[in-house]
Nanobody, 115 residues
Framework: QVQLVESGGGLVQAGGSLRLSCVAS????????MGWYRQAPGKQRELVAR???????SYADSVKGRFTFSRDNAKNTAYLQMNSLKPEDTAVYYC?????????WGQGTQVTVSS
């Protein structure tokens, strides 16, 4: 099992930056499939960025070149650096991990981008 806790959300003006953190309750060095998702009001949850079990990182087209997903295994933490934020990035952002065939989610952190 692993618990995930996100932080770093908030209110920011368009063009600004935020860095989200996802702290895991145990080592993430053996969790090869991690990602960030987001859900805007009235919309389905969508993938933002993902590190696959093969080690490659992929991004939604809407965030490519603006968002960067990284991880620090020594700190059991994954990050999502978000630059050049747009109002359409407003959503609740969730951290996800898949381990042992199970899916784990954090509670989410709200990101609001004002125009």
């Amino acid at each position: 099992q692993v618990q995930l806790v996100e932080s770093g959300g908030g209110l920011v003006q368009a063009g600004g930056s935020l860095r989200l953190s996802c702290v895991a309750s145990r080592s993430i060095s053996t969790i090869y499939d991690m990602g960030w998702y987001r859900q805007a009001p009235g919309k389905q949850r969508e993938l933002v960025a993902r590190i696959s079990s093969g080690g490659s990182t992929s991004y939604a087209d809407s965030v490519k070149g603006r968002f960067t997903f990284s991880r620090d295994n020594a700190k059991n933490t994954a990050y999502l650096q978000m630059n050049s934020l747009k109002p359409e990035d407003t959503a609740v952002y969730y951290c996800h991990a898949r381990s042992g065939g199970w899916d784990y989610w954090g509670q989410g952190t709200q990101v609001t981008v004002s125009s």
